[in-house]
């Protein structure tokens, strides 16, 4: 069919139609202090809902979709408090790697909606998270070029 067939939608229709987030299909482990984050966030949203004039179309639309988005990880949440005595890598743990040259990396893992890579803290669905659950202090584990050594493992904490 010509292009020209194709009736495309009149201004204001297309915002009202934007595209939700995509919603990870991984189980949404979250820590405590994760968990009120996100509902903060999803406050958050909702005050500028309710500061946003009914008429503001395209704002609406934006903070439609941050509302499903945000309300939908809320809903599905698992919150899983860090294990007291971690023996091997698992969610809400901190690990501390050395690397071949000599290097020392601290990474949190934490669930998808609260990683700060700058912070350290990363998914526990990342590839790097996924290479270093269920191993235990003094194991390696090569990932990309690098051969990584578990050196520490112990619980998270909030931050």
């Known amino acids: 069919m010509s ?10 229709s297309a915002i009202d139609e934007l595209p939700d987030r995509p919603i990870s299909p991984n189980r949404n482990l979250i820590t405590p202090w994760g968990h009120q984050r996100i509902q903060a966030i999803l406050a958050e949203w909702r005050r500028k809902e309710a500061a946003t004039p ?15 988005y945000w309300q939908a990880r809320v809903a599905s949440a698992e919150v899983t408090p860090p294990p007291a005595g971690p023996e091997e890598v698992r969610f809400g743990c901190r690990v501390t790697l050395a690397r071949a040259d000599g290097s020392r990396q ?32 003094g194991e390696t584990v090569r990932f990309g070029d690098a051969e990584l050594e578990i050196l520490a493992i112990e619980p998270l904490t909030a931050g």
């Open 54 to 68: 009914a008429d503001d179309r395209a704002a609406q639309a934006r903070i439609g979709r941050e509302l499903r």
């Open 106 to 137: 601290t990474l949190g893992l934490v669930g998808e909606d609260e990683t700060r890579p700058e912070d350290g803290l990363i998914a526990w669905t990342a590839p790097l998270a996924q290479a270093l659950i269920g191993l235990e202090e």
């Open 3 to 12: 292009r020209a067939f194709v009736k495309e939608p009149d201004g204001d």
